[in-house]
């Protein structure tokens, strides 16, 4: 039970992780219909810019605790803000000029635009993984292994609680800009039909732009939280982690906020889950599989609404 307990520990904090990512996936193409492939890209240029801050700041394990907190904060500040800009950049050149062309054009320049990130990230800052010392040490220790210290010891650090609380509070402040401010229902407007949306006085180019710089932002701060959690990034994690968060966006319903949070946990637990107790080598297989099996019997996915189609 206590393997069990910090399995699924662990599960919560990748999942959050992936849920946040999704986010972006899903708020895009809840508005204009497409697939934005170049948004685990903006994940790891997010994690490479909070990298840089980092290490220009000098920050340490070592620095005082305000000190500390103050110096991320400023780092997650202008790693969003850097990041937004990247996600602004990609929505101009690779979806606005070919918003009205046939789907698989921006498709294809979104794969583009991926390959592009890539590639500049692994010139300009090299292949090789890049590796950062932890700086939020400690934790809590829930059980303590049995009197006889032979059973398992389960532990929540500091770091996973920052990674699920943020999660919740981006999620719910999410939610509510969504549902009760004049931009969400901007979005909210565009999503059902951009042309009447248009028509009533919608500005429906800067609330694409500003949907694709919020699921820009969303995923600098997953960047960070990555980083600061596993220790090591390389220009190839955000294809990695894209595919899952994009996995996890259809598995909980593409368009719905909820459903890619609840996708990212489902996706995160399932990998941690069958890496514990199976294979570590096949987790990507079962994650895949659950998809596949939730589509086939639900082709909305768990949280999405049936597509209805305007005549």
Same mark, same amino acid.
């Given at each position: 039970? @206590?393997?069990?307990?910090?399995?699924?520990?662990?599960?919560?904090?990748?999942?959050?992780?992936?849920?946040?990512?999704?986010?972006?996936?899903?708020?895009?193409?809840?508005?204009?219909?497409?697939?934005?492939?170049?948004?685990? @890209?903006?994940?790891?240029?997010?994690?490479?810019?909070?990298?840089?801050?980092? +290490?220009?700041?000098?920050?340490?394990?070592?620095?005082?605790?305000?000190?500390?907190?103050?110096?991320?904060?400023? *780092?997650?500040?202008?790693?969003?803000?850097?990041?937004?800009?990247?996600?602004?950049?990609?929505?101009?050149?690779?979806?606005?000029?070919?918003?009205?062309?046939?789907?698989?054009?921006?498709?294809?320049?979104?794969?583009?635009?991926?390959?592009?990130?890539?590639?500049?990230?692994?010139?300009?800052?090299?292949?090789?993984?890049?590796?950062?010392?932890?700086?939020?040490?400690?934790?809590?220790?829930?059980?303590?292994?049995?009197?006889?210290?032979?059973?398992?010891?389960?532990?929540?650090?500091?770091?996973?609680?920052?990674?699920? +609380?943020?999660?919740?509070?981006?999620?719910?402040?999410?939610?509510?800009?969504?549902?009760?401010?004049?931009?969400?229902?901007?979005?909210?407007?565009?999503?059902?039909?951009?042309?009447?949306?248009?028509?009533?006085?919608?500005?429906?180019?800067?609330?694409?732009?500003?949907?694709?710089?919020?699921?820009?932002?969303?995923?600098?701060?997953?960047?960070?939280?990555?980083?600061?959690?596993?220790?090591?990034?390389?220009?190839?994690?955000?294809? *990695?982690?894209?595919?899952?968060?994009?996995?996890?966006? +259809?598995?909980?319903?593409?368009?719905?906020?909820?459903?890619?949070?609840?996708?990212?946990?489902?996706?995160?637990?399932?990998?941690?889950?069958?890496?514990?107790?199976?294979?570590?080598?096949?987790?990507?297989?079962?994650?895949?599989?659950?998809?596949?099996?939730?589509?086939?019997?639900?082709?909305?996915?768990?949280?999405?609404?049936?597509?209805?189609?305007?005549?």
């Amino acid at each position: 039970m @206590d393997y069990f307990l910090q399995q699924l520990i662990n599960g919560v904090t990748l999942g959050s992780i992936y849920g946040l990512i999704a986010i972006g996936y899903t708020m895009v193409y809840g508005i204009i219909g497409m697939i934005n492939f170049a948004h685990g @890209d903006i994940f790891m240029i997010g994690s490479f810019i909070a990298l840089i801050m980092i +290490v220009a700041l000098g920050i340490t394990a070592a620095t005082p605790l305000l000190l500390l907190i103050a110096a991320l904060v400023l *780092v997650l500040v202008i790693a969003m803000a850097l990041t937004a800009f990247w996600g602004w950049t990609v929505e101009r050149i690779a979806y606005r000029p070919l918003r009205g062309s046939f789907r698989l054009a921006p498709l294809i320049t979104a794969i583009g635009a991926s390959i592009a990130l890539q590639n500049f990230v692994q010139i300009s800052q090299g292949a090789r993984n890049k590796p950062l010392q932890p700086l939020v040490q400690g934790g809590f220790q829930l059980t303590d292994g049995g009197a006889d210290g032979s059973g398992f010891v389960v532990q929540l650090s500091y770091m996973q609680i920052l990674i699920i +609380v943020s999660t919740v509070v981006l999620m719910l402040g999410f939610t509510f800009l969504i549902n009760h401010t004049s931009l969400g229902r901007s979005q909210r407007a565009c999503e059902q039909d951009r042309k009447m949306a248009a028509l009533v006085g919608v500005n429906v180019d800067r609330t694409i732009s500003l949907t694709f710089v919020m699921g820009a932002a969303l995923a600098a701060v997953a960047g960070l939280m990555f980083l600061m959690y596993y220790g090591v990034v390389d220009f190839f994690i955000g294809f *990695v982690a894209g595919v899952k968060a994009f996995t996890a966006a +259809v598995l909980g319903g593409i368009g719905s906020l909820p459903g890619a949070m609840l996708g990212g946990l489902l996706i995160g637990l399932i990998e941690t889950f069958w890496s514990g107790y199976f294979s570590v080598e096949y987790k990507d297989v079962a994650a895949f599989s659950i998809l596949a099996i939730v589509l086939i019997f639900m082709p909305e996915g768990l949280l999405g609404k049936p597509e209805v189609e305007k005549v």
